[in-house]
């Protein structure tokens, strides 16, 4: 369905807000570095410190919006229940690893130790998304855009309290991996092995979906049902399946983060 000139105006709208409020983020944080290197209050191996785990935290975080905007450029709305799907692929993976972690593997494998439970996060964070889409999304997808929105909130609690219910409240901690303990000289700086490596991957992982959304088909496709669904549907593309496909590489970025996190 085409969008009405009203919501063009919406849309045209909420990005100038966006854009002034990442203005005046940005306007802050130039403002209070410059303050406080002038107060001499941190020394430079300190800064370094903020900086690395900044990207680190960055790109964390950067993953888990990916599904937030690509939902929202698909269908314009705004998924509620992402955050529940990027928790579910991170508790999922946790008892994997921990499993794998008792058994030994781990030590013996610290790669595939480390990848095996990202792959299994990402395929239950994914898995949970497209199931929240056909039960909660699909059947709301004509109707006014208030309803999908409590929809949403609605999974978001039901995902909630059935994780609640099934392990608790308790706080768990993913096991240590040795391979990761320590860190790495970098220019002279000492960083942690483990906010390298976090931030590498994410740079990585968000390299190849950029990738994929740039130059491949179904990103094509997915820029297409971003424009214009009706439009899209008339040349061929299954508007399904690419929405399927948006709510599952979203909610895959987000489950390795999860992990990471």
Known sequence: MRTSPGERLLDLAV?????????????AIVIGTIASIRAGKYSSDQWIGFVVLGISQGSIYALIALGYTMVYGI???INFAH???????????????TWLNNSGFVDRN????????????MI?????????ERIAYRPLREAPRLVPL?????ASF????TFRGFFGPGVYAYPPIKALDGQWNVFGFGILKVQIIVAVA??????????IVQYTKIGKAMRAVSEDKDTAALMGIDVNQIIVTTFAVGAAMAGAAGLAR
């Not at 990005?15 to 306007?27: E, K, M, N, P, Q």
């Not at 610290?110 to 996060?121: H, M, N």
């Not at 409590?150 to 609605?154: E, F, K, M, N, V």
């Open 83 to 97: 955050g529940e799907i990027f928790m579910s692929g991170a508790f999922s993976a946790y008892f994997l690893a």
């Open 150 to 154: 409590i929809s949403a909130i609605g």
């Open 15 to 27: 990005s100038s807000f966006l854009w002034g409020f990442r203005i005046l983020i940005v306007a």
């Open 75 to 77: 269908l314009r709305m």
């Open 158 to 161: 039901f995902l909630q309290y």
């Open 124 to 132: 239950m964070s994914a898995s949970i998304a497209m199931l929240v």
């Open 110 to 121: 610290p790669v595939l130790g480390l990848l095996i439970p990202i792959l299994f996060a």
């Open 202 to 211: 994410a740079a990585a992982m968000m390299g190849i979906l950029y990738s």
